[in-house]
């Protein structure tokens, strides 16, 4: 139970000075009272698997440095990893095929993220979400996902003196982006550019800056990742695309 909740984003969000201040504002988020029931309801029965474990139950802020040039933006928090963990793909089985990848391509301290005290930092690159609380049946309502947008929106306002490319998990990431960069300071073109793995828009600034690049990827769901839609390969390709239009060289 949230003791000092906020109770919406959009007053909250804009007068966030700093990622740290966004955070932990997000952290205290009790907007969606379906997705708060679901997300505490976990954390009281939790997983056999996990029964010892106390949950952290909360909304998930952004994980990654605050000057970090690439942005990776998934879907939602999972019941039992970043719910139960408190940082974004940490803890399941969709991040340990991720931060392998990370890892893998310099993005990355270590192979594996299993909470937020394993020591694992990031390397110019900041993990986050359209929607910040773990949904149940991993399916945010629209309503919801348009209620957690002011979070993202200020999210990608405080990165955009370094911003360069976002790299998107999964069509739902991308289709609750694109909104979110047109309330930010870059131009989504018309028609609006579509998801695949390894799509690519670029998206010009109205502030006069840099222009963003969007990069879409399958998500590291399970689905994805034991059927083979979605390769280690095909993971490692795109962070090394990231870092290629981010100008830094791959590694």
């Known amino acids: 139970m949230i003791t000092d909740p906020v109770g919406d984003p959009a007053d909250a969000a804009p007068g966030a000075g700093d990622l740290t201040e966004l955070d932990e504002l997000v952290t205290r988020c009790a907007a969606c009272p379906r997705l708060v029931e679901w997300r505490e309801e976990v954390a009281r029965v939790k997983r056999a698997a996990f029964r010892d474990q106390e949950y952290w139950g909360r909304p998930i802020p952004g994980f990654g440095p605050p000057d970090a040039e690439i942005a990776i933006v998934g879907l939602a928090p999972a019941a039992h990893g970043a719910n139960r963990t408190g940082r974004m793909f ?104 579509k998801f695949g793995h390894l799509a690519h828009a670029e998206l010009p600034a109205t502030d006069g800056g840099t222009p963003l690049h969007l990069l879409g990827c399958y998500h590291v769901s399970q689905q994805n990742t034991f059927t083979g839609k979605l390769t280690p390969k095909m993971l490692r390709e795109v962070f090394q695309q990231a870092k290629q239009l981010a100008g830094r060289r791959t590694s």
Request: proline fraction near 12%; hydrophobic fraction near 40%.
């Open 90 to 193: 940490t803890g399941d089985r969709s991040g340990d095929v991720l931060f392998r990848a990370l890892h893998e391509v310099g993005l990355a301290s270590q192979p594996e993220a299993v909470s937020p005290h394993d020591g694992l930092t990031l390397r110019n690159i900041r993990i986050t979400a359209p929607v910040r609380c773990a949904p149940p049946a991993n399916k945010p309502t629209p309503a919801e996902r348009d209620t957690c947008r002011p979070w993202l929106v200020r999210e990608l306002d405080l990165m955009r003196p370094t911003l360069r490319v976002v790299v998107v998990l999964g069509g739902f990431g991308w289709q609750a982006l694109l909104p979110v960069l047109a309330d930010a300071v870059w131009q989504v073109p018309r028609p609006r550019p």
